[in-house]
Nanobody, 123 residues
């Protein structure tokens, strides 16, 4: 059973940086899609960034240009670097993996999820 554990969240002031990490319990082929999603109370979970089997990446417009998603080589891990953070970045960040082809938009198409790590950005 695939397990994902996120870390790196916390409280940060606007303008600072965060580095989130997601460790996977077993080897995940690099051909699989992995991603980061964010959720705030009352809202649906939304895609923040994904990386597909060809190292293609997607970034939500809200983080485009100030974020970087990558797989950590040699480790079963997915990273998200978020710079120049804003209060709008606040939320619970979840890591997810899809063990089928494709790198979809919707959270429902990812089979495995971590428990999340809270990010709070103060103005």
């Amino acid at each position: 059973h695939v397990q994902l554990v996120e870390s790196g969240g916390g409280s940060v002031q606007a303008g600072g940086s965060l580095r989130l990490s997601c460790v996977v319990s077993e080897y995940i082929y690099s051909t699989y899609c992995m991603g980061w999603f964010r959720q705030v109370p009352g809202n649906e979970r939304e895609r923040v960034a994904t990386v597909d089997g060809y190292a293609g990446t997607y970034y939500a417009p809200s983080v485009q240009g100030r974020s970087f998603v990558s797989r950590e080589k040699g480790k079963h891990a997915l990273l998200l670097q978020l710079n120049s953070v804003k209060p709008g970045d606040t939320g619970m960040y979840y890591c997810a993996v899809r063990l089928n082809s494709g790198c979809p938009i919707f959270p429902r198409d990812f089979e495995h999820w971590g428990q999340g790590t809270q990010v709070t950005v103060s103005a």
